[in-house]
């Protein structure tokens, strides 16, 4: 509602006729974050599904070598390699989980939260990175990463009940081992070797453990439920991770170059349409010797199409350089402080 001497609020959004106040573009942030709170559910139930197949195959795979005094360990080391195939799909389905999951947290933590203590508004990037996120959709976590993070949560300790499960088999069936010839005799899988057999399992279980530690480092993505920090790091960037400035995303900031003979009309309509400030620089040509006007404009990746586009349609045969920024501190990007 507005008041009898309050100015008219500017629409969000204009589009052939259509204007989105900005009441309608907070019920359409709130579907969208519904719709997107929905999809990282179904993903994180198929993450759950493939846990569940890994548990009750080696529940199955137990049961049936244990309660037989035959020689039926060969069941538990198939049973591993399945588990290492359900690991590689629960991987693969867990880095879908993490960029839907991404989104809603990035709603949630730079536009909702920021509603709630001042300035009441919400975060300067928010926008900008959800946008590129939608536009240029990848993957914020590597496939290693993912699959440290699952063999750590879960799936160690399902390796780990098949690993005590398969020495207790060789020692007690079908009588107690008396020494370590017969322990090694029994391992034996068909005409492999038992230490052939013992050492590929020794060599399997430290490469797993390896890959758990290794992968501890690795912190791409902010994941379910730990801190948000910027996991897009810049080359050169010595700052610990932790001393970081938050954010689930760093948008990629853009300096651009225009030389052009038309000065007025390119910054004129970069001003008007994308409300983005050009500062204009006067330049030479050394092979010509002639003089042109070079335009300074600071843009993000969103917003790199639409300049091009107006440069285009303006000046035809405007010269543009487009250099990736460390970092722009001022109005409409980070804050000077």
Do not use: C
Request: hydrophobic share 45%; net charge positive.
């Amino acid at each position: 509602m507005t008041l009898p001497n309050e100015p008219p609020k500017e629409p969000v959004w204009k589009f052939r006729g259509y204007e989105l106040r900005p009441s309608e573009f907070t019920t359409a942030m709130v579907h969208y974050y519904r719709a997107e709170i929905t999809r990282s559910n179904v993903w994180r139930n198929r993450l759950d599904a493939t846990t569940n197949w890994a548990v009750i195959s080696t529940g199955a795979a137990l049961s049936f070598a244990l309660a037989s005094p035959d020689n039926h360990f060969g069941a538990i080391i198939l049973t591993a390699l399945l588990v290492t195939l359900f690991l590689w799909i629960e991987a693969r389905r867990y880095r879908y989980y993490e960029l839907w999951s991404l989104r809603a947290r990035l709603v949630e933590t730079d536009f909702f939260a920021a509603m709630l203590v001042p300035p009441f508004s919400p975060h300067a990037e928010w926008a900008e990175s959800l946008a590129d996120s939608l536009l240029n959709p990848e993957f914020p976590i590597s496939m290693l990463e993912a699959i440290g993070r699952r063999l750590r949560r879960n799936y160690f300790f399902i390796y780990l009940i098949l690993g005590l499960s398969w020495i207790l088999k060789i020692y007690i069936h079908p009588t107690p081992v008396i020494s370590w010839e017969e322990f090694i005799q029994r391992a034996d899988v068909g005409s492999i070797p038992g230490m052939t057999v013992f050492l590929a399992g020794i060599i399997f279980t430290t490469f797993m453990v390896l890959l758990a530690l290794f992968t501890i480092r690795l912190s791409q993505t902010s994941g379910e439920v730990l801190p948000k920090f910027d996991f897009m790091d810049v080359e050169g960037d010595t700052t610990p991770l932790k001393k970081r400035i938050p954010g689930l995303r760093k948008r990629r900031q853009l300096l651009v170059w225009i030389i052009t003979d038309q000065p007025n009309e390119v910054g004129k309509t970069i001003l008007a349409r994308m409300a983005r400030g050009v500062t204009a620089l006067s330049g030479t040509g050394l092979y010509t010797n002639k003089e042109h006007s070079i335009l300074m404009v600071a843009v993000t990746v969103t917003e790199i199409a639409e300049l091009k586009s107006i440069v285009q349609h303006t000046d035809p045969n405007a010269f543009v350089i487009v250099n990736p920024a460390r970092d722009i501190f001022g109005k409409g990007f980070q804050e000077l402080k």
